[in-house]
């Protein structure tokens, strides 16, 4: 059932941090990562067919040179078109997670991002417990943007992704302030850092977000 109330995730001793947000970040790498359900693992091996080995690394050089020229977004919807049946079977996948623990357009997800961000959330399920973007400083948030712009691009679940990109790029700021581990939960941010951090990003347009994310690998005037 979606939106489960508190009392329906499993106890897990030593976990630290929002339960629900433990759980959608847990079942997200399950979804995406660890226990890949046929459709999705075809929708991978699609991409890499279309975009070849290494295709994250592909689509990340693609569009950093692309959006940077007066020919975007055309040029990059002309390269991302092959992709676009496993990218809608991509799509479905990572919305359904979220709208397992969270109401699509409800406020909740922006704080298992920031929570995530921040490195505050610790699940003992997991070898690296800590639920945070890997990597110092982590390219996943770029990644990330670049797959949301393609499914906009595309019109795959565009209001959605519009609405998803602004968080993703509010975590991205907001993990480069907090530095966190994969090993070892941190302490929360001070509230008014988050707050600050939201304001600012949330309200930006995906053209802007477009401006922002050439921007690599941190936030522009950020270190």
Do not use: C
């Amino acid at each position: 059932t979606p939106h489960h109330g508190h009392g329906d995730f499993p106890d897990v001793p030593g976990m630290l941090g929002d339960r629900r947000a433990n759980e959608l970040w847990y079942m997200f790498d399950e979804t995406t990562l660890y226990n890949v359900a046929p459709e999705l693992e075809q929708a991978f091996t699609d991409i890499e067919t279309a975009l070849g080995d290494g295709w994250e690394r592909a689509i990340f050089d693609a569009w950093m040179a692309m959006a940077a020229t007066s020919d975007y977004p055309n040029n990059f919807i002309e390269y991302v078109t092959p992709i676009k049946g496993p990218l809608k079977v991509l799509s479905k996948a990572q919305l359904g997670v979220f709208d397992t623990y969270y109401r699509p357009h409800g406020h909740g997800i922006v704080g298992a991002f920031a929570d995530f961000a921040q490195g505050v959330l610790n699940d003992p399920r997991r070898e690296r417990p800590v639920h945070t973007m890997n990597g110092n400083p982590p390219p996943g948030y770029h990644i990330w943007f670049i797959f949301m712009r393609s499914m906009m691009l595309l019109d795959i679940s565009r209001h959605r992704w519009e609405r998803m990109a602004p968080i993703n790029a509010m975590a991205w700021a907001i993990q480069t302030i907090a530095k966190p581990s994969q090993f070892e939960v941190k302490e929360p941010l001070p509230r008014r850092v988050v707050a600050r951090e939201a304001a600012k990003w949330l309200p930006r347009s995906v053209h802007r977000l477009d401006r922002d994310f050439l921007s690599y690998p941190l936030p522009e005037g950020m270190s």
